[in-house]
């Protein structure tokens, strides 16, 4: 079998304004996509979504220029995905390859993905527990409250899990410590007994900040505190050294050479990566260093955009010595699901994975038409 051709598809949708979201000091009015489609010479095709924070038409022209060396090749050849350079643009393209060859072999071997990715002897998880992902449209100017009643709702729908942000830039509406603390306090008295709750941080907080909400978090018995400041290893090593709860991090990293200094200090009780960021390859070898060699370090990969990443997430999560948690993005819209064929089955908070090879997802038509690209960041900084 040879690789016939290579194209990338560039998406969006606009944001209906009640769909649109902000966090920190940025607006968010559309979803992005980016899909990598490798052809091949006996009609099968592999899909992959790297992550749309390379920016899609960025993404698109990379992989055109590595295209000519890959046609004519065989898409099981170990070798056709470039090293990551630690540049995240370019390594997000090589992420959307890497993650394509990987739904191609699955559908070569007439497997699932995840049955490929398994040590020997191994069989993968088939139900994949998701976490909702989101708190990321609570406005510390207006009504605060409705990170609670978000977080009441998605218990409502079923999930096990919640991970939430630190709202919108907290100098403008004079946000302490103890005044976020107490908006935490009210999701966990609200939801803590039917789910595993988790901040994100999005490397915004002081240590000064960090260390007391670490530690309240910690007495109030939630699941991690991801990224809480900026990605400094000592930092990292010192907050997880001082709290039971994992501090976890890594998802813009793209090589082991990035996560073995916090990794040699302690620094998180939980990795990060991404494979729309990364690549399937670079999670599973991050998965299996930090479980076999810093003492069952799990995985729960980041994963902040539509349903073809999702999908590559979880096949990579399933063949995971210690498989826990798949992040799935409450707030992309349309857009996250209308890109495949099919929506795969989510029952009472958990991705059930197809039996169909590879991935087991298919794209739906005229995406291009459907979802033409709009020009422009995915986020615009705002003032007051």
Not at 138 to 145: S, T, V
Not at 281 to 289: A, R
Not at 342 to 347: A, G, T, Y
């Amino acid at each position: 079998m040879k690789i016939t051709d290579i194209r990338t598809l560039s998406l969006s949708r606009a944001h209906e304004p009640e769909l649109q979201w902000y966090s920190a000091t940025f607006h968010v009015p559309k979803a992005d996509c980016s899909v990598c489609i490798i052809e091949t010479d006996e009609g099968l095709q592999g899909i992959a979504e790297p992550c749309a924070y390379g920016v899609p038409p960025a993404i698109a022209a990379r992989i055109a220029e590595l295209k000519p060396a890959l046609i004519g090749r065989d898409p099981r050849d170990e070798d056709l995905t470039p090293h990551n350079e630690a540049e995240r643009a370019n390594d997000i393209a090589n992420a959307g390859l890497n993650c394509a060859l990987w739904d191609l072999r699955g559908k070569i071997a007439g497997k699932p993905t995840a049955d490929l990715l398994c040590a020997a002897g191994q069989e993968p998880l088939r139900r994949l527990r998701l976490y909702a992902s989101s708190g990321v449209r609570y406005d510390w100017d207006d009504h605060p409250e409705s990170v609670v009643e978000e977080a009441i709702g998605y218990a409502e729908e079923g999930f096990t899990a919640y991970k939430m942000r630190i709202g919108t830039h907290w100098a403008w509406s004079g946000v302490t410590v103890d005044r976020f603390l107490n908006i935490a306090r009210q999701v966990h008295e609200a939801v803590g007994a039917r789910m595993d709750l988790a901040l994100d941080g999005n490397c915004r907080l002081s240590m000064e900040e960090a260390l007391p909400i670490a530690e309240a978090l910690d007495e109030m018995g939630w699941a991690w505190f991801e990224e809480p400041v900026e990605r400094v290893p000592a930092d990292y090593a010192r907050l997880n050294e001082a709290v039971s709860i994992p501090i976890t991090g890594g998802e813009p990293f793209t090589t082991w050479a990035q996560f073995e200094p916090f990794m040699a200090v302690g620094g998180f009780g939980i990795v990060q990566p991404d494979a729309g960021v990364c690549g399937i390859d670079l999670c599973m070898e991050v998965g299996h260093k930090a479980y076999a060699d810093y003492g069952g370090i799990p995985l729960i990969p980041h994963n902040w955009h539509n349903g073809l990443m999702t999908m590559a997430n979880a096949h990579m999560v399933a063949a995971l010595p210690d498989p826990r948690l798949v992040e799935l993005n409450m707030k992309q819209g349309p857009l996250q699901w209308e890109i495949l064929r099919e929506k795969p089955l989510i029952e009472d908070g958990h991705l059930i994975l197809p039996d169909a090879p590879g991935f087991g997802v298919e794209l739906a038509d005229a995406l291009e038409a459907r979802f033409p690209y709009i020009e422009g960041s995915w986020g615009n900084p705002v003032q007051r």
